[in-house]
């Protein structure tokens, strides 16, 4: 330590304190150095350079300052030995000495110091030649500013052009105590308060503050720096501009770089921040010392505005701003509780330097280059002038936040920006993107031009169902049809209705369940050549008349029982349809003719008709048959409903390519079990699934492991994590694709792979002649990562909306950029990556998605209101707990009753449009604009209105079940519904993953579509319990799988219930079917039977009359596993192939023999245990029958949920099994047992699986970390079922050997 | 003739040297008042001129040659602390 005890101390300034803490937050950083260099070339006095320097250190007293970290506060005295003496490097002889000098200044500038005990400056002189050196200052920004810099070096020159000329050198630089003082005059003056009180009342609403990337504005260690030349013609006309309307020129420059700043964050107001020197007309004006200030400046940019107004409104702020800007930005932050995370005060720095900063040395040349000016925590534009007429723009970057391309992009952008609106009558003329982004952005990245034949999809099918006519084209629940077939069905049926009149350019609606004849259709309308219009018949009558009207169809291909929806309209239904062709000739359709109408839903309330041309939709099944190289071989799914645009390309691209299409069972598309299976049965490699769906996939067990080729994900946006998870937990490629109805079903795609990282997915790359534009509200192209409207062009363009030539001409504009072209306004928020792909940001209007189904909220507004009942009404999209949800707010008539509303808006609306929860209010709120004030809108209240409680166990259960699913904390009634409670079918299928798991059944979606109340679901769930398994019989089925696999056969523990493999039988993938042994003696009247042999021998039986060739795979826990390796000996003694023995963790009967029956008392501990109690922890619980039936049924074991007699039956097989294992006495097995082995038990114990040696040839070990007890809960599960289906796999794959043991 | 080397400043100096009058007019045009509102003595911060304005003032009066430091006219903000700083500035190049 060099400061003596008696040094003075002193406060630090403000605004040295606010630097000080952030430098103890971050002390390695060493972007708290200030720092600069000088080149001087000419014959450099260094006599007189090193007097010029000894002066100023010792006039700029600051240089000499020492931190001192008082617990009452930071305190700072001047150290006269912390007053830095010139170094002087001679690097003469240095090979290259100027990058010997500069690597030096680096490594200099890099390193970090401390405050309290390092000095806080240092000069540097290097001597790179007789006539050139280099003249370095780095100072620690607790000590100086970018201003005091200038006043250090000024000095230096002016003191040593004193000495070459002989003239007066100027008066000394004041010491920092000046500048001290003043800090502390004005802390306690009322000038504080006041500028304290405006900057409060200026900021009092808090403003967003957005800047240009998103991210954590902290410091890194380094910064990106690209700097750039405003272009000189420009800056005189901004110049002369400033003048006209009497602005000075650098705030002229700061309003422009704020607008700049304006368009990147597309909100209407910016928060920039400024610079402020902090010294005008203060005694401290000429301190060397760390004064500045950071002045919050908000900017609004509005449209249409003339450019002489905005600047003199930024300039009349910015006056204002400075008069007030001795008020610290760090006190405004914590009185206006900014304080921690990211809420921040301000965006982008915006730092003008309007003088020439260079020193003139007399007799030399200089050039000065800024190292740094201190911490850069976001983005800062830095204009600096030099010589009287030229402006350079530096801009210095936050690394973390933005790439070296960004930064010179910025640099580039804003310097063209700024020669563009000095040229302009208002910034609404001026694009923001530069004439080279322009070019990328509309042609570079939308050179898709690619040859596809021009022809129609009647053709090309044609072509290749002739090609290969056995080879199979359909499958649907087990039938097959092959291409020749399929050909012959669809060109009868075509044939037929070219007989009805039916051709080119006429309506055919389809309204056919999934099934053969659904395809077939199709096929023939398209053949015929119709275009196809698929309806839903869920939809209202109402909804239903109006397509029709609309859409004036010739015919209708419908289910002779659905006849009557289509009152008007001639029905053909599959019964009538012809078999076999006649070889009438048909005329078939053009490419320009209509293939299908899709009607969407529309803001009026009127729902819109697209109308697709064969053209559009050829182009789009040739790119993605050719870009992801489908073959003959693929296998693809058909679930989509037939409504949805997405299935156009599942029915088709199977025809065009000549491979396999699976059609799904009617209603299995929102069923993932179903899905599952119906994957892994058919060898399905291509499947498509809305995310939301996705993610239900996937959290369904039989799913894991699931292989495909390919899996398209689109209809909403594909989150990062729900890719990720794909990845985790099946095998195929996911891609993302992008489109709307309006453009043949998707635009755009990209590869969501493995190893891509992006945060949001994109929806990629324009597909084969096909334009994505991400346009600005004047129609211009938005530079890369700027988010704008995004407009589809190219041959995928819909023909128009049925009818509709209003709104044709409102969404399909002309192509402002390519004469004689369409665009379509998607009404989508995009942005352009810098690689070029395209990522989805949100809707800009009111239309929303739930479940990748497109709803208008105005079309449902319409239908509110149409109901008679409501004088007013707002419909929202609304995420409450995580579910995003329809929610209508209306404002009744008088005396209406809204019991009815939700019926009537059902009959105009499809079901997955009518909103989850009407409540009524007595006005709407609004904003002060008069629009509808969305914030203010209470939560609706899920409440259901039942009355009766929950009685029976399963109603109770269930009812839990329900709370929980839909985060509902009021109790829930037997009658309340589970969707009137808020529930969607998604959180339905979450729901029933649940009822799986708790029951151990599932009466699967339909049933609970069927019977949503929880007192009519528990019905059904009792009602299947008590069907052909009681879920007590001897044998019962846990999972049923893949026939072609050998079954698992698991046998109970203890208590002789084998529920508890169930979470293990539904995680094993490939799924198996695995059954469950129980003990008959569970049945009131059963018997204990009399030996361990022969209960094995029992089983035996058993299996063998379920499934009588082997192999046998046999698992069991505790006495589970015992009772395995005795019926793997009696297999064997039968002759009969066994498979894996498994225990989970087992010990043989030796073991146990001497250790005393436990009893009754043993018996009811065991059955506390097995229903995952431990007993030893329920002292107060009375070892009575009586008292432990009663704790488990008060408990959530299923267990308490079994009827008393069957209780009363586990107590007697507890009991008997212990006596059964006491008096067994084991049998070589002459084969492998495989032993998992619970790895967290057992201390102090001597149970290990080498006591089964004996009774074995082999012993495989495999120790999982858990205890016995939890073996078969989750994590333990987690564990064991990867390892079973592996080993249950290779067993299955073995070649079959001769039997070795007799 | 011969130049003697004293005669090149006068040759580039401003025809026109600064007065404290054109100094008085400057600041009101930036003002926006009246030039006979400026007082000698008065701060021309309380009277709404804030530093870049200045430095803009600073700037204009420079571009005909005189090497003026910002820093000092930021120490003294009134009229007759500027005149002082260019009346002293135009006398050394005299």
């Excluded at chain 1, 892994?680 to 894991?704: C, D, G, K, N, Y």
Aim: proline letters at 8%; glycine letters at 8%; hydrophobic letters at 45%.
């Amino acid at each position: 330590m060099t400061g003596t005890p008696e040094a003075e101390t002193f406060p630090l300034a403000e605004a040295q304190a606010g630097l000080w803490y952030a430098q103890r937050l971050d002390p390695a950083n060493p972007l708290f150095h200030a720092g600069q260099y000088i080149e001087l070339t000419g014959p450099l006095d260094r006599a007189a350079f090193a007097a010029a320097l000894a002066q100023l250190v010792e006039e700029a007293d600051a240089l000499s300052l020492r931190m001192i970290d008082d617990p009452a506060g930071p305190r700072q005295c001047l150290d006269p030995a912390h007053r830095p003496a010139l170094e002087l490097i001679d690097l003469a002889d240095a090979p290259d000495p100027l990058a010997a000098a500069l690597a030096d200044i680096a490594r200099d500038m890099a390193t970090p110091l401390d405050p309290t005990r390092d000095p806080l400056a240092a000069q540097r002189l290097f001597v790179l030649g007789p006539s050139r050196h280099i003249w370095q200052q780095r100072v620690h920004h607790l000590a100086i500013d970018g201003y005091g810099i200038i006043l250090l070096t000024q000095r230096v020159a002016e003191l040593y052009n004193a000495a070459r000329t002989g003239n007066a050198p100027g008066n000394p630089l004041p010491s920092v105590r000046v500048a001290l003082n003043e800090d502390a005059a004005y802390r306690a003056s009322e000038k504080r308060a006041a500028d304290g009180a405006y900057w409060q009342a200026l900021f009092a609403d808090r403003p967003e503050v957005a800047s240009l990337a998103a991210g954590n504005p902290a410091s890194a260690f380094t910064f990106h720096r690209r700097a750039v030349e405003i272009d000189r013609a420009a800056f005189a006309r901004l110049r002369a501009l400033g003048d006209r309307v009497n602005v000075p020129w650098p705030d002229v420059v700061t309003a422009l770089a704020a607008a700049y700043v304006q368009r990147h964050t597309a909100t209407p107001e910016v928060v920039v921040g400024v610079p402020f020197m902090a010294r005008m007309g203060s005694a401290a004006a000429r301190v060397p010392a760390m004064l500045m200030n950071v002045l919050p400046l908000r900017v609004a940019v509005p449209a249409g505005a003339p450019l002489a107004d905005y600047l003199t409104g930024v300039a009349r702020s910015l006056t204002r701003a400075r008069r007030h800007g001795r008020y610290r930005s760090e006190q405004l932050r914590r009185d206006l509780k900014l304080i921690g995370g990211q809420r921040r005060l301000h965006g982008p720095l915006i730092n003008l330097l309007p003088f020439d900063e260079k020193p003139r040395f007399a007799g030399l040349e200089s050039r000065l280059e800024v190292l740094s000016t201190g911490p850069v925590e976001d983005i800062t534009f830095t204009f600096r002038l030099h010589g009287t007429d030229g402006l350079r723009l530096e801009v210095d970057a936050n690394p973390d936040l933005y790439d070296a391309g960004s930064v010179e992009a910025h640099a580039a952008r804003l310097a063209q920006f700024i020669a563009a609106a000095s040229d302009a009558d208002t910034l609404d003329t001026v694009p923001t993107a530069t004439p080279e982004e322009a070019h990328w952005a509309l042609v570079t990245l939308n050179a898709t031009d690619h040859p596809v034949p021009d022809t129609t999809l009647a053709a090309l099918i044609e072509a290749r169902m002739r090609e290969t006519p056995d080879a199979p084209a359909l499958r649907f629940e087990g039938q097959t049809l092959d291409y020749a077939t399929l050909d012959a069905r669809s060109r009868a049926l075509a044939e037929a209705l070219a007989e009805r009149g039916i051709g080119r350019e006429d309506i055919v609606v389809v309204a056919l369940p999934r099934s053969l004849e659904l395809v077939i259709a199709l096929l023939a309308i398209i053949r015929a050549g119709a275009a196809y219009l698929p309806v839903d018949l869920a939809q209202p009558d109402a909804r239903l008349a109006r397509i029709l009207a609309s859409a004036s169809p010739k015919l209708v291909l419908a289910r002779e029982g659905d006849a009557p929806r289509f009152a008007g309209v001639p029905v053909l239904s599959p019964a009538a349809w012809p078999r076999d062709p006649t070889g009438t000739p048909l005329a078939g359709p053009k490419p320009g003719d209509a293939a299908y109408v899709i009607y969407t839903s529309g803001s009026t309330g009127e729902p819109k008709g697209v109308v697709i041309e064969h053209r559009a939709i050829v182009n789009r099944l040739e790119w993605m048959r050719e870009h992801y190289a489908f073959t003959p071989a693929d296998i693809i799914l058909q679930k989509t409903p037939a409504t949805f645009d997405v299935s156009v390309w599942e029915f088709f691209l199977p025809f065009l390519t000549g491979c396999t299409l699976v059609v799904a069972p009617p209603e299995a598309h929102r069923d993932p079990v179903a899905l599952a299976r119906l994957i892994r049965a058919e060898a399905i490699t291509t499947a498509h699934f809305v995310p939301s769906m996705l993610a239900a996939f996937l959290a369904e067990p039989s799913a894991q492991g699931l292989s495909l080729a390919r899996v398209f994900c689109s209809g909403e946006e594909l989150p990062a994590d729900l890719r990720d998870r794909f990845h985790r937990t099946l095998k195929a490629e996911l891609h993302n694709l992008y489109g709307p109805t309006e453009a043949a079903v998707d635009v755009s795609y990209w590869p969501a792979a493995r190893d891509d990282r992006s945060l949001s997915v994109p929806i990629g790359f324009p597909v084969w002649n096909t334009r994505l534009y991400v346009l600005d509200e004047q129609g211009r192209p938005q530079p890369p990562n700027v988010a704008g409207h995004l407009y589809l062009g190219g041959v995928q363009l819909a023909r128009f909306y049925l009818g509709r030539p209003d709104l044709t001409a409102e969404r399909f504009v002309a192509d402002p950029h390519q004469p004689g072209e369409r665009i379509y306004a998607t009404g989508d928020l995009a942005l352009i990556r810098p690689d070029g792909a395209v990522v989805y940001l949100g809707r800009s209007d009111h239309q929303i998605k739930i479940r990748g189904l497109r709803i208008e909220l105005g079309e449902i507004e319409a239908a509110v209101m149409a109901s008679g009942l409501v004088r007013q009404a707002g419909i929202v999209a609304r995420e409450d707990r995580g579910t995003k949800r329809i929610v209508a707010y209306v404002v009744p008539e008088p005396g209406a009753d809204l019991a009815i509303l939700k019926a009537r808006v059902a009959a105009k609306v499809p079901d997955y449009m009518v909103p989850a929860a009407f409540v009524a209010l007595d006005a709407l709120p609004v904003n002060a604009n008069g629009k509808l004030d969305r914030g203010a809108l209470p939560a609706p209240d899920f409440a259901g209105t039942g009355q009766r409680v929950p009685e029976t166990p399963t109603e109770q259960r269930l009812a839990a079940l329900f709370a929980d699913q839909l985060q509902l904390a009021t109790p829930i009634a037997a009658e309340d519904d589970f969707f009137t409670l808020g529930g969607d079918s998604l959180a339905a299928v979450a729901l029933l993953l649940r009822v799986r798991e708790a029951f151990g059944r599932d009466p699967g979606l339909g049933a609970l579509f069927a019977q949503p109340s929880v007192e009519g679901f528990a019905r059904l769930i009792d009602a299947e319990g008590q069907g052909e398994d009681s879920g007590l019989d001897p044998l019962i089925t846990l999972v049923a799988g893949d026939p072609a696999l050998p079954p698992l056969f698991a046998i109970h523990p203890a208590g002789g219930i084998s529920w508890c493999y169930g979470r293990l039988a539904r995680a094993l993938a490939p799924r198996r079917t695995v059954y469950g042994l129980q003990a008959p003696a569970l049945a009131p009247d059963g018997a204990v039977p009399s030996s361990l042999e022969a209960l094995a021998a029992d089983y035996v039986a058993r299996i063998r009359a379920i499934s009588p060739e082997g192999p046998y795979h046999l698992l069991g826990w505790s006495v589970g596993g015992i009772i395995a390796q005795a019926m793997a000996v009696r297999l064997r003694d039968l002759g009969c192939e066994v498979g894996l023995v498994v225990m989970l963790d087992s010990y043989p009967c030796d073991v146990w023999r001497g250790e005393p029956d436990p009893g009754e008392d043993g018996a009811l501990k065991a059955l506390i245990a097995i229903a995952g109690h431990d007993p030893d922890r329920l002292p107060a619980l009375a070892l009575t029958r009586a008292s432990v039936l009663a704790f488990l049924r008060a408990s959530d074991s299923p267990l308490g949920r079994l009827p008393d007699a069957a209780l009363d039956g586990v107590v007697r097989v507890v009991a008997g099994n212990n006596r059964l294992v006491r008096s067994h006495h084991h049998r070589r097995y002459d084969g492998t047992i495989t032993h998992i082995r619970a790895g967290l038990d057992h201390q102090g114990r001597h149970l290990s699986p080498d006591q089964w040696r004996a009774y074995a040839r082999e012993v495989a070990v495999i120790e999982v970390p858990a205890l016995h007890a939890h073996l078969t809960g989750p994590e333990a599960t987690a564990h064991i079922a990867p390892t079973l289906a592996r080993l249950l796999a290779a067993e299955d794959f073995k070649e079959p050997t001769c039997a070795t043991a007799v | 003739m011969a130049i003697e080397p004293g005669d090149i400043t006068r040759i580039v100096a401003p025809a026109a040297p600064i007065t404290r009058e054109r100094m008085r007019a400057d600041i009101a045009r930036m003002l926006h008042e009246d030039p006979d509102e400026i007082g000698g003595d008065d701060s021309l911060m309380d009277l709404g001129l804030d530093s870049m304005r200045a430095m803009n003032l600073v700037l204009t009066w420079s571009e005909g040659g005189l090497e003026l430091e910002f820093s000092d006219f930021a120490e003294t903000p009134t009229l007759n602390g500027w005149w002082a700083l260019i009346s002293a500035k135009q006398a050394a190049r005299a």
